[in-house]
């Protein structure tokens, strides 16, 4: 007779407790890992980061407090001066005959107060001294020191098309009065560059080709011209354009 054995039971963990005890052991093990390097990473770089971060702050303060207390004040003060020489500059555009003593004192100051030189020294970075270049530079151009007026137009900058394209076109004029006329040339191009002005251009236009003339440059000569007479049949340089044309076929 068969005899039946009982089978006996195999002890078997219940599934994944073992695991999820070791999983969270490693995370928190991990977790001081990493909290201790991010520690020691703090601790090691504290003043750099401090340093840093103070720094901008500084820096920030820095620049508004200069702009506050600093640069509006100086801002302020320099446009005050710039009242009397304006004046000046503004009364000899439009005299006849002592246009040079007005010209002058609108450079060198009058009444106490500040020329266009002065305030360019003493007021650097200002709105006002920027102007005081342009100015100064068209000062001096009428007072035929065609030297101190291209010195003083190059420093001037201005995002306004018209004052930039009549500061590049009078640097031009003062080259060719000096009788550098390749230099001219080049400024009146790009005073050419910078403006679409209906005024300015044809203006330009006809100094451009004159110069070309003078420089023997025919070709560039009849593209100016040519331009004034299809572009601009309506002004000033346009009344004898077919004559210039005549020279340059």
């Given at each position: 007779?068969?005899?039946?054995?009982?089978?006996?039971?195999?002890?078997?963990?219940?599934?994944?407790?073992?695991?999820?005890?070791?999983?969270?052991?490693?995370?928190?093990?991990?977790?001081?890992?990493?909290?201790?390097?991010?520690?020691?990473?703090?601790?090691?770089?504290?003043?750099?980061?401090?340093?840093?971060?103070?720094?901008?702050?500084?820096?920030?303060?820095?620049?508004?407090?200069?702009?506050?207390?600093?640069?509006?004040?100086?801002?302020?003060?320099?446009?005050?001066?710039?009242?009397?020489?304006?004046?000046?500059?503004?009364?000899?555009?439009?005299?006849?005959?002592?246009?040079?003593?007005?010209?002058?004192?609108?450079?060198?100051?009058?009444?106490?107060?500040?020329?266009?030189?002065?305030?360019?020294?003493?007021?650097?970075?200002t709105p006002a001294a920027n102007i005081s270049n342009y100015s100064a530079g068209i000062a001096y151009f009428n007072l035929k020191k065609y030297d101190l007026g291209i010195k003083y137009l190059n420093d001037f900058s201005s995002d306004d098309e018209f004052l930039g394209t009549l500061a590049l076109s009078t640097i031009g004029d003062s080259f060719v009065q000096l009788n550098q006329l390749d230099d001219g040339l080049n400024y009146y191009e790009k005073a050419l560059s910078t403006t679409s002005n209906s005024f300015l251009r044809p203006i330009i236009l006809d100094k451009s080709g004159s110069i070309c003339l003078r420089l023997n440059k025919k070709n560039k000569a009849k593209k100016y011209f040519e331009e004034i007479k299809e572009g601009y049949p309506d002004s000033q340089q346009a009344i004898n354009i077919d004559i210039k044309l005549s020279q340059v076929n």
């Open positions: 007779m068969a005899t039946y054995k009982k089978r006996s039971k195999s002890k078997v963990d219940k599934p994944g407790i073992g695991n999820n005890i070791s999983s969270t052991k490693q995370v928190f093990e991990s977790l001081d890992q990493g909290a201790s390097k991010t520690e020691i990473f703090i601790n090691k770089y504290q003043k750099l980061l401090v340093g840093l971060i103070s720094g901008i702050v500084i820096v920030f303060v820095l620049y508004f407090g200069y702009d506050k207390l600093i640069y509006q004040p100086k801002v302020d003060e320099s446009n005050a001066e710039l009242f009397t020489a304006q004046k000046y500059f503004n009364l000899a555009v439009e005299a006849a005959e002592t246009s040079d003593s007005l010209y002058n004192l609108s450079l060198n100051g009058a009444d106490g107060k500040y020329g266009f030189l002065d305030i360019i020294e003493d007021y650097s970075g």
